[in-house]
């Protein structure tokens, strides 16, 4: 156990040299460009996938990363707020309060009607941030969000130089988010899921646990709304709307819900696909769909299950081989 | 240990349970029984807090617990057992328990992330004890068995082993028997026994009249929510009401 551990990390280390080259002595700027996209998906569905350990599905994520791009982008823009590493972490600490607070009443609810309540919460903060105009630009939006402040001497100003950001404000993310999943924290949270009354009759207050794997994941959302809102200087409400919310799920779900590895995957590949597939950009959300039937009905485990299925496929053949020739 | 006054549940106008009265001193081993829809398992849930009740009150070492939420009440060390199969059925067994134990391991949210030397050394213990736990209740053996796919009979002693992790003062059992063989019929008796030799006091819901009067000292008979004797195994079973209660009267027989 010891053993795979270590080549785990090892092989995560590894990945994790190589996207630094990359972005060290590539300077392609689209492709960095998707490159931050990706990472920002990357936390946002790993951050997702927390709150479904714990036995909620939650469809309030893109709400939370409204929140932190809006609260970034005003505070910087409206306020005059001076720092901007301030705002962002401003951004998250709202999300994760904003989390607490509706998750009192919201976790009380089980299985789809939380869900439900997820999308009610998502429209109530597009149509908050569209109609407030004179806080938040309304349908306009907000633009020249400025950019992130030098810190030890790195100007934010390259896609190279919001690459790196993105790499360690990543990383970061899933250290944390990978370190709660393993603790006893983590355990208790699949405990919920599996028999949340057996949870409470042997001493758990459910209750405290929903709300906060509610509020973690909102955290995560809203620090990565703020980073995105000084990264491309600009945000309109349905930038993060329901539709987004819904990919989120999907990149969940495609990748595979059962390992923490799987969400990086699907949030990876599907947010690389559209950009590769830019002609059939308007039939996206139907090829989104598309992938999401075709995973739930033949990979259930995700596309992280790909490799051990494909492993079996081919033992199944070698080992019938010789029955057939003989 | 435990004073249970006046305890009433109505659901509309139908009283499942009607202004039940118990006491327990720490040491005992009560039975509860009665014909099924007697009230035995709900009486239950008003006691740990899977329901509240509509009057009465349950205190608790002389804390009142009435309609406090369940994960109080187990903290304060009245824990309980369902009657349904109530595991973790993704986790091994030996994980259930370990789940269990955590919770009253005094470590803070930080520790455990952070897994520091005093939660290291705490989660050891923790799985120390739920390896004695899983020997004590007889499954030993299964302790890497995934627990949804354990037997019948080992899921209700897995049951049982979660209850026992919380470090209960006072163990409510709902029914441990049903569904088993009697060969662990027999194991499971030798072991509320056992518990009890041990100082552990028990409440025991059991429909298996046999079996209960050959454990408990004292019972309460309930039927329609409703007490109808109280005492000794020699005075239930001569009681006229309880003989009724379970046989049926003359001209029901005929």
């Known amino acids: 156990m010891n053993k795979t551990k270590r080549s785990r990390f090892g092989i995560a280390a590894v990945f994790l040299v190589a996207l630094v080259l990359f972005g060290v002595f590539y300077s392609g700027d689209y492709v960095l460009h998707v490159g931050v996209l990706v990472m ?25 990363v409204t929140l932190g791009a809006y609260a970034s982008a005003v505070l910087l823009t409206k306020v005059g707020m001076s720092s901007t590493w301030l705002a962002l972490l401003i951004s998250a600490v709202l999300a994760a309060v904003i989390a607490v607070v509706i998750g009192i009443p919201f976790t009380r609810l089980k299985g789809i009607y939380f869900t439900i309540t997820g999308i009610f919460f998502v429209q109530v903060i597009v149509l908050t941030v569209q109609q407030w105009r004179s806080i938040t630009g309304g349908n306009g939006g907000l633009q020249g969000v400025p950019r992130p402040d030098s810190i030890l001497g790195i100007e934010f100003a390259s896609k190279t130089s919001f690459f790196m950001l993105a790499i360690v404000l990543m990383v970061v993310s899933l250290v944390i988010l990978w370190a709660i999943e393993r603790s006893r924290i983590g355990m208790t949270f699949l405990g919920i899921k599996q028999a949340d009354s057996l949870a409470e009759s042997i001493g758990i207050n459910t209750t405290v646990y929903k709300v906060a794997a509610f509020a973690i994941g909102g955290f995560f959302a809203g620090l990565m709304g703020g980073f995105y809102v000084q990264y491309v200087s600009a945000v309109d409400p349905t930038v993060f709307g329901f539709l987004p919310t819904i990919y989120m799920l999907i990149y969940v779900i495609v990748g595979g819900e059962d390992s923490f590895l799987g969400p990086m995957v699907g949030a990876a590949l599907l947010t690389i696909l559209p950009e590769v597939a830019r002609p059939l950009q308007s039939w996206m959300p139907l090829l989104f769909a598309a992938i999401l039937m075709v995973i739930i009905f033949l990979l259930p485990e995700g596309l992280v299950g790909l490799p051990h299925r494909l492993v079996g496929v081919l033992k199944k053949r070698t080992k019938e081989q010789p029955d057939a020739t003989s | 240990m435990l004073r249970v006054k006046g305890l009433t549940k109505n659901f509309g106008g139908l009283k499942a349970v009607g202004s039940v009265d118990l006491s327990i001193e720490p040491g005992q081993l009560v039975g509860l029984i009665g014909p099924n829809g007697a009230g035995k398992t709900t009486f239950f849930n008003l006691l740990t807090g899977y329901l509240r009740p509509s009057s009465g009150k349950v205190t608790f070492e002389g804390k009142n617990v009435t309609g406090k939420k369940p994960h109080y009440i187990a903290g304060r060390g009245m824990v309980r057992s369902f009657q349904q199969n109530a ?60 627990a949804g796919s354990l037997a019948h009979g080992h899921k209700r002693m897995l049951g049982i082993g979660l209850a026992l992790m919380c470090e209960p003062k006072l163990l409510l059992l709902d029914e441990p028997l049903a569904g088993m063989n009697i060969a662990e019929v027999d194991d499971t008796l030798v072991l509320v026994r056992r518990l009890w030799e041990d100082g552990l006091t028990i409440l025991l819901i059991e429909h298996n009249m046999r079996a209960a009067m050959s454990v408990c000292e004292r019972f309460l008979v309930l039927n329609f929510g409703r007490t109808i004797a109280e005492g000794t195994p020699e005075e239930i079973r001569s009681n006229p009401e309880v003989v009724k209660a379970y046989l049926g009267t003359a001209a029901d027989a005929a």
């Open chain 1, 40 to 64: 920002i998906n990357v936390v946002l569905a790993s951050s997702l996938r927390l709150i479904n350990l714990s036995g909620q599905l939650s469809l309030a994520h893109g709400g939370f």
């Open chain 2, 87 to 146: 595991i973790f059925a993704d986790f091994t067994a030996l994980e259930n328990l370990i789940l269990a134990g955590h919770i009253h391991s005094g470590l803070n949210c930080w520790q455990a992330i952070l897994k520091t030397k005093t939660c290291r050394r705490r989660e050891r213990e923790i799985y120390e004890k739920a390896e004695e736990t899983l020997e004590l209740v007889g499954i030993g053996d299964l302790a890497n068995a995934q």
